[in-house]
């Protein structure tokens, strides 16, 4: 059965219920949880602005970055102690989200990815696009699900 789950959070509300959800499913079956923020790279459209604007740019969105998916990973991490579930925090910086997710589920030996969706319609998708589809489509490990 599944040993080592892989959960995918942005600190949503959404992602909230997949990390209580997770860790609930987790001490069902005695598996352990990494739980994963992807943190969004630094658009390409300040790549035109001057020398050391650019560099006071990037130092700022990596600092911004590192508080924020620091203090998601905590909130996790507090709660799968309380859950009694052993757990490992990752996070990176990616331009494509779903890659990354795929990528470090593979890489840190997990063999469920276990995410949340909006459950958005055709529109909703088009314009917002879905992760959790591409990730349906693409990944070699199998996916729950949660809306």
Do not use: W
Request: proline share 3%; with cysteine.
């Amino acid at each position: 059965m599944f040993k080592h789950l892989f959960v995918p959070v942005d600190g949503s509300a959404l992602s909230h219920k997949a990390m209580d959800q997770s860790l609930a499913l987790a001490s069902q079956l005695g598996a352990k949880v990494t739980g994963f923020v992807v943190e969004p790279d630094l658009p390409i459209s300040l790549a035109n602005v001057r020398g050391d604007a650019f560099v006071a740019g990037v130092k700022k969105h990596e600092m911004d970055n590192e508080a924020h998916a620091s203090a998601l990973l905590d909130q996790f991490a507090a709660l799968a102690a309380k859950a009694g579930v052993e757990f490992t925090p990752h996070h990176t910086t990616a331009y494509m989200i779903d890659h990354a997710i795929m990528e470090a589920a593979e890489r840190t030996g997990c063999d469920m990815i276990v995410m949340v969706t909006h459950g958005r319609n055709a529109l909703g998708e088009f314009i917002f696009g879905s992760h959790t589809k591409k990730i349906i489509s693409q990944s070699q490990l199998p996916v729950l699900v949660l809306h």
